[in-house]
């Protein structure tokens, strides 16, 4: 009789043995389904953040490229007229030198400005996705680079700017041929000013001062660095 009744009941604890392993079954499906969604969710948003970071960088090789062409611009401009700024502190000019190069006396009428790019950087600091230490470390250089060698290159160009400034006050309340001047026209009274008189070689030594002792040496440690970190920027994105 009991084996009977187990013979009887076995096709039902079968059946519901069968349910109870097909619904776990279902649930082990779903989850690594889930699983798999969000390994690929999380690889994909890890290519598009790598993508981005590598754009980036891009971005700030490009910027760094431009920058060094208009350094490049400033350097040789006063490069050329080196030359004119030493004959003009050793007295070595003469009246008709002036007559007939009017640019002479134009020496330190104003300067090559120079604006440097910080789109690529300022993107650059707001990128918060994760990175490779190898990145991170670039990314870090980059941004402290630019910070650093902007505010160099700034309270510089600063110095600069308000030497000039002072000239044009001076000149524009104490002297006859400042009229003259700023439409750059070269007349006998400031010739004569400029050979004869130790105020404009005070000033022109100062202007030399600035320009190749203080700004020109920021211009090409950034020129130095800028390289070096371009070459780093290729490297890196070799690499990854």
């Given at each position: 009789m009991r084996l009977n009744i187990l013979n009887k009941r076995s096709p039902?604890?079968?059946?519901?043995?069968?349910?109870?392993?097909?619904?776990?079954?279902?649930?082990l499906l779903v989850v690594i389904g889930i699983l798999i969604a969000v390994s690929i969710n999380n690889w994909n948003?890890?290519?598009?953040?790598?993508?981005?970071?590598?754009?980036?960088?891009?971005?700030?090789?490009?910027?760094?490229k431009t920058d060094l062409?208009?350094?490049?611009?400033v350097l040789n401009h006063y490069e050329n007229i080196k030359p004119v700024f030493e004959k003009v502190l050793k007295s070595e000019y003469t009246v008709e030198d002036y007559k007939?190069?009017?640019?002479i006396g134009l020496l330190i009428f104003g300067y090559p400005e120079l604006a440097l790019n910080q789109r690529g950087v300022s993107l650059l600091e707001d990128f918060k996705a994760d990175m490779v230490p190898e990145k991170e470390k670039l990314v870090l250089?980059?941004?402290?680079?630019?910070?650093?060698?902007?505010?160099?290159?700034?309270?510089?160009?600063?110095?600069?700017?308000?030497d000039y400034k002072e000239n044009?006050?001076?000149?524009?309340?104490?002297?006859?041929?400042?009229?003259?001047?700023i439409q750059l026209k070269i007349t006998d009274d400031f010739i004569e000013y400029a050979l004869k008189s130790r105020d404009y070689k005070k000033r022109v030594a100062t202007a030399e001062f600035f320009a190749y002792k203080v700004y020109l040496p920021e211009l090409d440690k950034f020129k130095q660095r800028g390289l070096d970190l371009?070459?780093?920027?290729?490297?890196?994105?070799k690499q990854n």
């Open positions: 039902e604890g079968n059946k519901r043995s069968s349910y109870i392993s097909y619904a776990i079954l279902e649930i948003e890890g290519r598009k953040n790598k993508d981005e970071l590598n754009q980036l960088l891009v971005r700030v090789k490009e910027d760094l062409t208009k350094i490049d611009n007939k190069n009017p640019t250089e980059l941004i402290t680079f630019y910070k650093e060698q902007l505010w160099e290159i700034k309270v510089d160009d600063e110095l600069r700017s308000k044009f006050t001076f000149w524009k309340n104490n002297t006859d041929w400042w009229l003259d001047y371009i070459d780093k920027i290729d490297k890196i994105n």
